[in-house]
């Protein structure tokens, strides 16, 4: 069985500071890995996936993530926050199987701050 | 391509009453999920369908609970005799199907649903 982990369930950075939001998965298989973000009161949108194409993927709004398989980590990172990045964000792994239905962690808030 | 969409956003019911929820999935997603969202956690997998074949339920899905779809387009989620514990965010997602599928689930808005 798939799991997430995301470490921080909040995160506080200043405006044009680097955001880091970390994510460890377990996976018997290859994982496919993403990431989604979620503002208030709204449904997910997808920032960015790794399908076991490049390692390093890069999402909208300048985010990218990395994928190590031997740290199994898949953190998310952008070089400048705004503050419209304020959100909660969820890291998720699908089995790759027929369902593919996808595992989250428990969700990160990130908050920005002037 | 107008998204996925759920119908109602906002439900309030008593306690022991029935709710429906509908979703529209994108047009040509084969591939339908079912999740709910409790407050300060993740989304967790309810139920999914291909076409009109329901092919998975989470154990979080009572017997109270029952999803269908059947023209393979939308579905409803019902749950019968709701009790608190059923108040949470009830998310749907389609992504397509079949040898090209993309394994990216487009999400709708949600139904939020509080029961009192």
């Known amino acids: 069985a798939q799991s997430v982990t995301q470490l921080g369930s909040h995160v506080s950075v200043s405006e044009g500071a680097l955001v880091l939001l970390r994510c460890n998965y377990s996976?018997?298989?290859?994982?496919?890995l993403f990431w989604y973000v979620q503002y208030p009161n709204q449904g997910l949108q997808l920032l960015l996936k790794y399908t076991s194409a490049a390692t390093l993927v890069k999402g909208i709004n300048g985010f990218e993530a990395e994928f190590k398989k031997s740290e199994t980590s898949f953190h998310l990172t952008k070089p400048s926050a705004h503050m419209s990045d304020a959100a909660e964000y969820f890291c998720a792994v699908s089995d790759s199987g027929t369902a593919s239905k996808l595992t989250f962690g428990t969700g990160t808030r990130l908050q920005v701050t002037l | 391509d107008t998204g996925v969409s759920q119908d109602p956003r906002h439900k309030i019911t008593k306690r022991g009453q029935n709710v429906t929820f509908r979703c529209d999935p994108i047009?040509?997603?084969?591939?339908l999920y079912w999740y709910r969202q409790t407050l300060g956690q993740g989304p967790e997998f309810l139920t999914y369908f291909q076409n009109e074949a329901q092919l998975e339920k989470s154990r979080l899905l009572s017997d109270r609970f029952s999803a269908e779809r059947p023209k393979g387009s939308f579905s409803t989620l019902e749950i019968q005799r709701t009790e608190q514990g059923d108040s949470a965010m009830y998310l749907c997602?389609?992504?397509?199907?079949?040898?090209?599928?993309?394994?990216?689930?487009?999400f709708g808005p949600g139904t939020r649903l509080t029961v009192t």
């Open positions: 047009s040509e997603h084969n591939r």
């Open positions: 997602a389609s992504t397509p199907g079949g040898e090209r599928g993309s394994y990216e689930q487009y």
């Open positions: 996976s018997s298989v290859p994982p496919y």
